[in-house]
C-alpha cells in the first residue's frame, strides 16, 4: 500500500485532490501516516518555498524604503495631518539616514541596507502595507497567522499542511531566532487546530553545534549499533504486519523510523555551515545573522517548505528611543548576510521558486515619539508603532523585480495608493504557491478555517 | 432568515426575543436536521444484545457478518486500554486468564467490571474531557504576571473523582458551569475551572468570555457560537442575538480574586505548613513594604494575606505596577505551589448586578447594537418566551444544557462514550452536530445509546458497560479481504479496531513496562518532559498552554486553546527520533531491563522482558532472535567504523602494559570521572570529542580505539595544548604493549603524531595524554584519525566517531521491544 522507500507518497489518500484535504480534526487519511509527505498545489504555483526574514519590533519604513523628502521638509514642525498612535508623538521627524537610487529598476533605499540595496533589481517593495492595531502582540498574530486575537495557525502551518515537505528528513517548517523568542513567542509558528506535525520547528541560532540546533538528533551511540537495533525492530514489526497486511498505519511507523534513521544525518549535516566553502562563508560575513541566513539557504536548498527567520529574541527593532543608532546597529548586523542569502539563491537558481519576505510587524511613525513615564527612556529622538502604513519587500518567487507597489501619504503615515492590508499579501504569497487562499481549507469544530479568514485579495499587480 | 418579533418587557425595557430565529437557515430546514429530533426509541427483538441487533440491520443491508471474537488474552489488553489506558497486571492477568467455567461474554463481562472499578478509570476518561474542556495549567501569552494558574489541577483531580464517583453526566455538567449556585459542598466548585481555565487572551474580556461560551457549548451540545460572534451563522439555527444573550450570562459572572477563592481543603498542621505559613507571609509584606513605598497613605491590612490588589494597582504607574505584579506573583507561586498550601478552587461567582448584553455589531465591542435578553439560544429553547430570570442566569443555562428533552447533549456525549470504547465515532464529525454534521449511518444505535445515557441516571460507567458487553466489542481486529474491500473504514464495525495508543497510554504503559509507574492519584503538576522524568501519570504532567512543550506536540496532544474532541494521530520520524534517542526513553528501556536482572538465565530473562513490555512470551523464533542480538551487540568489533573509548589510567613504563579504566560517567558532551569537575578521585581527567584534559598522577587521559580487523593502519592527527598557561602535556601512543610513539607539548604548541602500525582485530590501540608536573591549563586537543593503507576513506575518526554511553545489550533490546508497533497498537 505504502511505498518501501517511504518517500513520494502523495498518492496515499488524500482523495485525488492534492493538497486539499478535507480533513476532519485528523480523521484518518493520508494526512496522519504521513503528514509531510509533499503534495501538489491547486494550480501550478511559481513559488515552492518561503523565506520570512521577520525583523521583529517593526523596523522604520521611513529610515529603510520609503524615502520621504517632505517629512525632511518639515522636520520639527506638526504635521499637516495626524492620527492617532499607541504612544504620544510630536513633530514632524525626518529620516537621519541618506537615501540613493540603486540597481537599474533606481529604487531608492537608504544606507541602511546598501548590500541588500545593491539587488535593488530583485526587489519587490510594497509601500503600502496596513494592519489593524499599533500593538505588537496582535500585529505579530496578524502576520503569522492571520488573525490578531485568536489562537490560528500560522502561515508556515497552512502552507505545511497545503504542500508537505520536499525532504521528508528535514522539518518542513522551521523557525529560527537566535537567542530566545520573539514576543508571542511559539505562538508565532503554531499550528493550532492543525495536527503538530505541521508546528514550525524552533531552532535557536545562537548554538552553532548542529547537534544542539535540532530535537533528540543525536542518538548518542555508534551508527552501526543503531542499524543493528533498528533492524531488529523492523524484523518484530514486519511479524507483526504478516497477520494485519490490512493497517497502512503499522507499515508507516514502520518507515519513520527509518526516516528518522536518515534524518539523524541529513538534519546535522544541513545545519552544518562549516561545510560551506570559504568563499561562501566570506560572502555572509561572520556572526549570528550570517550563520542564520547560511542555514536558511541550506535549508531550502534541501527542500525545506518554509524557513523563518528572526532577527533575536524580544523586538529588537522596537526603537522607541535612539531610533538613529539602533537601526544602524541592527542593519549592519543583517544587511551583509540578508543580500548574500538573496545572491546566493540566485547564483543556484533557487530565487525563481524560492519567495523571500522582509519585514516587520508594522513600520514606524513620522513623528518623533514624546516622553512617557515607564515607557520609554524619554530621548526624543525615536518613533513609535505605524500600523497605518509601512514596508514589506518581497524577492523571486514570482513576483517583479525591481518594482514599487503602491504609496503612502507624503509623509508616511498611512497607506494611500493601492493599500496591501496583511491578509492581501498572505493571499499573494498562497497564490503565488499555487493555492486560491479561500479554498486552502481545514474543517475544525463544524467550520472550514483558512488562513484568511473572510477577508484576503491577491495583489496581481506585483505578480511577474 | 431572522423573524425578530417583540416579545416581552425585559426589566422594564422592551427589547425583541428572536423567538424563531434561525441565522442563516430556514427554520424548516432547522427543524428537519436529524441532530435536532427527538431521541427516537428503537424496536427491539429483545434476542442478543441492542447493540449487535441495532449494528446488524446495516451489516445485512450490506451482506456482511462480523468476524469471530477475539481471544481472552486479546480482550483483557483491549478492556485496560479502553477504561484505564493502562496495561492489566501480571497477577491480575494470571488470575483472569487461569479462570475457566466461563463463557466467554460472561468472564468479559466481569473482566470489563473490574477494570471500571479501578481509580485508574477516572485518569483515562478524565482526560479525554480534559480535551474537550481545553485544560491547561497555565494562562497563555501574558507579559508580565505569573502564567500559572496556581489550583488548575483541583478542577483536573475533580474531573477524575467525579468520573471515579460516577457523577452523574449531567449534574456533572451542570457543577461545572454553575457549581456556586447549586446545593452542593463547596469543594465541588472545583468543578468551575471549567469556566476560568481557558486562555486569558492577555485579558481582552470579549475573547475570555468568547472562549467559555464556546467551550461550553461545543461540549455539551456540540454546536459551535465562534461565528455568531460577529454574524449571524450562516449554516446553523444561531444569531447573534443567540451569542449575546450568552454573553450576558458570563458577562454577569466574575472570576473569585486569587486571594478569596474558596478553600476546598486545608493541610493539617506540621512543621512544614507552619514553615509554608510564614514564607507566605514574608511574601506577602514584601508586597505590602512595596505599596507602602509608592502609594502615599498606603493602608496596611490587618491580615496581610487579605488585601485589594486592584485598588493598589489603580494607584500605581505603568512600571511599578510591572513591579508590583511581580511580587504579588511570586505569593501566588508559593500558594500554587507548595505541597502545604490549602487546595483552592478556580470558582466564579454572580456579579452582584447582572450586567445587560447587547450585540457587539461585527464583534466590535466599541459597536454597541441592540439590547438582548439573557437568554438560551432560541432555536434549542425550552419556551420561546423564556429568559434567564436569576442574577446571571447561569445555573438556568445549565439546566437548559442539560434539560432531558435537549437531544443534543445526550447525543453528543453517547457519540464520545462510543468513539473512546471503539475506537471510532458513529458521527464523524463529534465536534459538530450542527446543520452539516450527515446522519451517521448507525442513527438508530446512536439514539438507542443516547436513551441508554439517559434512563440510566446518565451514568457513563454504565454506558461503556453496555457498550462493552456487546458482542461487537469483542469482535477481533482482524478482518478478511472481503470485508477489508468492501468497508475499509470499518464503517459497518464488522471487527474491531485496532486501537493506538495516545500519549498518555503509551507513556503510562511505558512506565508500566520500566516498573516506574506512580499510581497516586491527583496533586500538583509535574514536568514530567524533562530529566528526572517523574513517573507520574501523564494526566498529572504540568499543561503548558503558551510553549507547550515539543514532547506534547509531536505525539498528538492538543492545542489546549480550544476544545479538541478528537486528536490526531499522526506518524512522524520525529516521533521516532524522540523513541531512538531521548534520555528519557533510553531511561524507560534501563529500567525495564533492570527490573528483569535477577533472572540468570538468558532466555529465561528475555522470556520476562517480553512479559513485561508485550504481556505475552516470545515465540521460539523470537527466542533465538533476541539471543542473535544479544550476542552482537555491545561487543562492538564488528563496527565498521571501529570503536573508541574513554578512561583513564597509565602505561607501566617496563612492561609496556596499560591499564585502562574507563571513565564512568557522561554529561552529554564529556566523559569524565563523576557529575563534578574535578572528581575526589580522577580530578579533572575527562574526553570530549575533540581532545580532553588529563589528571594528575596515574590519571593519564587514554583514548582506546578496537581495531575490527587485521590491518596496516596509518594513525595521523595533531596534538595541541593551546593554553599558554602551566607546563607540557605528554602524549604517547601505545599498541601491543609497545610504546610507539611519544611526544612533549608544550604550552601553546602542538605537534603531529603520525605513525604506522599493524593491528590484528581486536587488539586495541591507546592513546594516552599526561600531565607533566602540574596538571593545571593541560586541557589539550587530540582527535586522531586511522586509515587503512591504500584506502582512501578513513577507517576510524576520533571526533566524528566520538559517542555517549551505548546502552548496554539489554535495554537495547528492551527498547526495540518499547518502540514496536506490538507495544502500541492494541488489537
Known sequence: ?464 | MTVRVPALVFLGIAVLLPITASGGVSLDEANSHWAFQSLARATLSGKGHPIDELLAIRQRERNFSPVPEASREVLLRRAWHVITGLQADSDLRARALATQGETLPAWSARIVEEALASPHFGERWARHWLDVARYADTKGYNFTAGRLFPFAFTYRDWVVRSLNEDLPYDEFLRRQIAADLMDVPVREQAALGFLTLGRRYLNQHDLIIADRIDVTFRSTMGITMQCVRCHDHKSDPLTMADYYGIYGVFDSTEEVPEGELPIISTPEDSPGYRKFREELIKRANAVHDYAAGKIKGYKRPADPLKFDRKAALNKLNQSESGDYRGLVAKLDELEGKSEYAPLRAMAVRDRPNPREPVIFERGQQGNRGAKVPRAFPAFFRDAPDRAFEKGSGRLELAQELTRPDNPLTARVCANRVWMHVMGSPLVSTPGDFGMQAQLPLQAELLDHLAHYLRNHDWSIKALVRHIMTSRAWRHSSFADDKLNEHDPENRYYTRGNRHRKDLESWRDTTLQASGRLDRKLGGRPARIHEAPFPGRRTIYGLIERQNTPSFFRIFDFPDSSQPVVKRSATTTPNQALYLMNSPFLHGEAKATAAATASHQDEKARIVALYLRALQRVPSPGELARAQRFLGSAGAGMQQSAGAWSYGHGRVHRDSGRVEFHPLPHFTGKVWQGGPELPDQKTGWVHWHAAGGHPGHGDHAAILRWVAPKNATIRVSGELARPTRKGDAVRGLIVARNKILGKWRVEPGAKSGTELTLQVAAGESVDFLVESTGEEAWDSFHWAPVILEEGVKLPLAEAQAGFSGPALERWPLLAQVLLLSNEFLYVD
Open chain 1, 1 to 464: 500500500m505504502l511505498s518501501r522507500a517511504g518517500m513520494g507518497m502523495a498518492a496515499v489518500a488524500l482523495n485525488g485532490v492534492p493538497g486539499l484535504v478535507a480533513a476532519e480534526e485528523g480523521k484518518g487519511s493520508g494526512l496522519d501516516l504521513n503528514p509531510l509527505a509533499p503534495r501538489r498545489p491547486q494550480f501550478p504555483g511559481k513559488a515552492k518555498a518561503v523565506i520570512h526574514l521577520f525583523m521583529n519590533g517593526g523596523p522604520s519604513h521611513l529610515d529603510t524604503f520609503d524615502p520621504k523628502p517632505e517629512l525632511t521638509k518639515l522636520h520639527g514642525q506638526e504635521l499637516p495631518k495626524m492620527l492617532k498612535t499607541e504612544r504620544p508623538t510630536g513633530a514632524a521627524f525626518k529620516s537621519p539616514f541618506e537615501f540613493t537610487r540603486r540597481g537599474r529598476c533606481g529604487l531608492e533605499v537608504s544606507d541602511l541596507f546598501p548590500q541588500v540595496g545593491s539587488m535593488a533589481d530583485e526587489l519587490c517593495v510594497i509601500r503600502s502595507m496596513h494592519a489593524d492595531v499599533p500593538n505588537h502582540e496582535p500585529s505579530l498574530l496578524l502576520m503569522n497567522c492571520g488573525d490578531g486575537r485568536l489562537v490560528r495557525p500560522a502561515m508556515g502551518s497552512w502552507i505545511t499542511y497545503g504542500l508537505g515537505s520536499e525532504n521528508q528528513n528535514l522539518p518542513g517548517f522551521v523557525a529560527m531566532c537566535p537567542g530566545g523568542y520573539p514576543i508571542q513567542e511559539t505562538q508565532n509558528w503554531q499550528s493550532a487546530f492543525l495536527p503538530g506535525a505541521f508546528q514550525g520547528t524552533y531552532v535557536d541560532t545562537r548554538h552553532s553545534d548542529p547537534k544542539k540546533l535540532v530535537e533528540h538528533i543525536e542518538s548518542g551511540m555508534g551508527e552501526s549499533e543503531q542499524r543493528r537495533q533498528l533492524d531488529l525492530l523492523r524484523a518484530m514489526n514486519e511479524d507483526h504486519q504478516k497477520q494485519r497486511s490490512h493497517d497502512a498505519r503499522l507499515e508507516a511507523r514502520l518507515q519513520s523510523f527509518e526516516l528518522a534513521y536518515r534524518m539523524q544525518m541529513e538534519a546535522t549535516d544541513a545545519f552544518d555551515i562549516s561545510r560551506e566553502p570559504e568563499e561562501i562563508r566570506k560572502m555572509y560575513g561572520s556572526g549570528t545573522q550570517a550563520r542564520q541566513m547560511l542555514i536558511t539557504r541550506r535549508l531550502v536548498e534541501r527542500g525545506v517548505r518554509f524557513v523563518q527567520v528572526w532577527h533575536g529574541a524580544g523586538q529588537p527593532w522596537d526603537n522607541h528611543d535612539d531610533l538613529e543608532k539602533n537601526h544602524r546597529k541592527l542593519s549592519r548586523e543583517c544587511d551583509q548576510p540578508i543580500a548574500a542569502l538573496l545572491k546566493d539563491l540566485k547564483m543556484r537558481g533557487l530565487l525563481e521558486e524560492t519567495l523571500v519576505m522582509w519585514g516587520g510587524e508594522f513600520g514606524r511613525t513620522p513623528t518623533v515619539e514624546m516622553p512617557k513615564k515607564g515607557s520609554n527612556a524619554g530621548k526624543i529622538n525615536g518613533r513609535d508603532h505605524n500600523h497605518y502604513g509601512f514596508t514589506v519587500w518581497l524577492a523571486g518567487g514570482g513576483v517583479k523585480g525591481g518594482h514599487v507597489h503602491g504609496t503612502t501619504d507624503p509623509y508616511g503615515f498611512q497607506a494611500e495608493e493601492n493599500p496591501v492590508h496583511v491578509h492581501d499579501l498572505q493571499a499573494t504569497i498562497l497564490h503565488l504557491l499555487g493555492f486560491d487562499h479561500e479554498k486552502l481549507t481545514y474543517r475544525y469544530s463544524g467550520r472550514d478555517f483558512r488562513l484568511t479568514d473572510v477577508h484576503g485579495k491577491v495583489v496581481k499587480e506585483i505578480l511577474a
